[in-house]
């Protein structure tokens, strides 16, 4: 028995304002791109069976274009007249009982079986059971569906637990509503042949477990996802597990630092090779306030023209005897900031700044005003 696990696609994703040739927003484009790699590779292993573990859109609500395409993708999968089983995760889980579940969409699918009621439903097939537990808000509700989940078990089929949580406080994500799964009923992983998980998104076994695999997602929702590697895995059942993953081409991630001790020559070092079109993160160390004001964004970013965004972190030099918050409550940000230049320059270098410093907090000011 052969089965394809992806999962966390997140369709409908968009961020960084970079909008394409066909008018979309570039990432919201990658995301749907990675999803149709999936689907090329699905169409040319020809599984038995395909399982997504969660998080097929971004939010409970998605756009038209993401419907659209999610729509047109299942199209090309009940083609292939392979049963396709979906749980529903956090992203795709309404908050209240005032909006319909989205998955219900594929429910006129004759190959796509979709468990979204944040509750336990098996799918039965004639060699399989699927034993899906899908997001769940309310974390005592999960216990009882975990114990509906183990009397299911029929040890005369094979049988797969698919499950959108965390196994463990490891694989939590920092999101409204996620759960852990109870760690006294880890034991019930060794009764199935395989535990499908979404939520993660990295892939990997999980903990002494050797039948218990996060997916990962198929591309990232945060810069903070440092992950060059998105993919699926494809299950193999036989007398044992085999399961191998496999990687699908997505948007890269660079990153550089420029050690602003040695600004020039830090500079002059980096190899920007190889970034066209790439996501780019560019840290400056060990930085002086001085070096702030004279270090435009723009001339970083022009030192990477053919990257798709590039994002600029600063990381100040500590310095001894630095003020506390405490010190300068009763002053300014803006005339302790000046303060802090003028001890730290020369007379004609702080005349220079005084100006350029007072205009940005000025435009900072205006901007303030708009928003309130």
Partial sequence: ???????????????????????????????????????????AIKPDYIIHTGDLFHRPSPSNRAITFALEQFKIIEALNIPFIMIAGNHSTPRTNLSSPILKIFE??????????????????????????????????????????????????????????????????????????????EYLFSKVDYVALGHWHGFGKVGKHENVYYAGSTERTSLGDKRNSKGYIEVTLDESLHVNYYEIQIRPIKIYEIDCEDYEHSVESLHVNDIKDALVEVKLTHLTPLQSIDIQTRDIKNLFSEALHVSIKREFKQTNGEATLNDIEALSLETYFLEHIKEESQPEEFERLKGKIQGLFSAYEEVSDDTL
């Fill in 1 to 43: 028995m052969k089965l394809i696990h992806f999962s966390d696609t997140h369709l409908g994703f968009n961020d960084l304002d970079v909008i394409n040739e066909l008018g979309i927003n570039q990432r919201e484009a990658d995301f749907y791109d990675a999803f149709m790699q999936v689907i090329e590779q699905i169409k």
């Fill in 108 to 185: 006129n699918f004759k190959n796509v079986y979709v468990s979204y009621n944040q509750e336990y439903k098996k799918i039965e097939f004639d060699d399989v059971i699927f034993h899906t537990l899908p997001h769940m808000h309310d974390e005592s509700k999960a216990l009882s569906q975990i114990e509906l989940c183990e009397e299911n078990i029929d040890t005369s089929k094979r049988n797969i637990m698919m499950l959108h949580c965390s196994v463990g406080a490891h694989y939590l994500m920092a999101e409204f509503g996620e759960w852990v799964y109870p760690h006294d009923k």
